[in-house]
C-alpha cells in the first residue's frame, strides 16, 4: 500500500476484555515496530520485528501485551485482560533497513489506534 | 539507556516568523541518528528532518533546519516563514547508529507548536 494502515482508527473496550490492532506496513518493508503513546506524552517503543522474526519485545510493559507478524507483513498486537492503565495511542511504523541504507532507514508511521479501556 | 529532552511544552509563532525549538539528548554512543517528528491531531507522525552524528553540516529541508551540536548533545529545529499548516506536536527522536543496539526510536516529550495568523 501507499502508507503505513492500522485499524480499527478507534477501539473502547471494557476492563478485562482482550483486544487485536492491526496493522499493515508499507510493502517491502521489512522492519516493523509498535509504539504505546500515552495521551500527552512521546510514543515509547513497545516491541520490533524483522520479518516474521521478534528481535526485540523488552518494551512490552506485560505478559498481557502479545505481538505477532507470522508471515512477516501484517502485524497484531493483542492485549489480553485490558486495564485502564492501557489507554493509549498504539502507533505501528516500518522502515526497509538494508546495510547499505542504515544512514536512510526512515520510519514511517501509521495514523494509530486509539485505545479506550473503561 | 539514551534518553531525549524537550523542555518546551508549548511555543508559538507568528506567521511568517522564525522558531526555534529546542531538544537535548544523553547517549555514550558516537555513531546515531536524530530526527525532528511532526504530529498533527491526525495523529500520523511525519518525518520533518534528519541528522546524522558523523556529519557537521546541518541539515536542512526546505523553512526547516537544524543546529546540531554535537558536543553538547544539542539539537534543535528552526522552522522560518512560519505557516498555518506547521502547527503540530513536534517531536525530537534519537536512534543508534549501530544495529546491535537497535532500530528503535527514542522520543521526547514533545513540544506543541501553535502558529498564530
Known amino acids: 500500500g501507499a502508507g503505513v494502515s492500522q485499524s480499527p482508527r478507534y477501539k473502547v473496550a471494557k476492563r478485562g476484555q482482550d483486544v487485536a490492532l492491526r496493522c499493515d506496513p508499507i510493502?517491502?518493508?521489512?522492519?516493523l515496530f509498535w509504539y504505546q503513546q500515552a495521551l500527552g506524552q512521546g510514543p515509547e517503543f513497545l516491541t520490533y520485528?524483522?520479518?516474521?522474526?521478534?528481535?526485540?519485545k523488552s518494551g512490552l510493559p506485560s505478559d498481557r501485551f502479545f505481538a505477532e507478524r507470522p508471515e512477516g507483513s501484517v502485524s497484531t498486537l493483542k492485549i489480553q485482560r485490558t486495564q485502564q492503565e492501557d489507554s493509549a495511542v498504539y502507533l505501528c511504523?516500518?522502515?526497509?533497513?538494508?546495510?547499505?541504507?542504515?544512514?536512510?532507514?526512515?520510519?514511517?508511521f501509521g495514523a494509530g489506534t486509539r485505545l479506550s479501556v473503561l | 539507556a539514551q534518553t531525549v529532552t524537550q523542555s518546551q511544552p508549548e511555543m508559538s509563532v507568528q506567521e511568517a516568523e522564525t522558531v526555534t525549538l529546542s531538544c537535548t539528548y544523553d547517549?555514550?554512543?558516537?555513531?546515531?541518528?536524530l530526527f525532528w517528528y511532526k504530529q498533527p491531531p491526525s495523529r500520523q507522525m511525519i518525518l520533518v528532518i534528519r541528522?546524522?552524528?558523523?556529519?557537521?553540516q546541518n541539515a536542512t529541508e526546505n523553512r526547516f533546519s537544524v543546529n546540531f551540536q554535537k558536543a553538547a548533545k544539542s539539537f534543535s529545529l528552526k522552522i522560518s516563514d512560519s505557516q498555518l499548516g506547521d502547527a503540530a506536536m513536534y517531536f525530537c527522536?534519537?536512534?543508534?547508529?549501530?544495529?546491535?543496539?537497535?532500530?528503535?526510536?527514542?522520543f521526547g516529550e514533545g513540544t506543541q507548536l501553535t502558529v498564530n495568523p
Open positions: 510493502s517491502g518493508h521489512v522492519s
Open positions: 527522536a534519537y536512534r543508534g547508529g549501530q544495529e546491535t543496539s537497535g532500530s528503535r526510536l527514542t
Open positions: 547517549t555514550s554512543e558516537s555513531d546515531y541518528y
Open positions: 511504523a516500518s522502515s526497509y533497513p538494508g546495510r547499505e541504507a542504515l544512514a536512510k532507514n526512515i520510519q514511517y
Open positions: 520485528f524483522q520479518n516474521e522474526a521478534q528481535l526485540d
Open positions: 541528522q546524522e552524528a558523523y556529519k557537521q
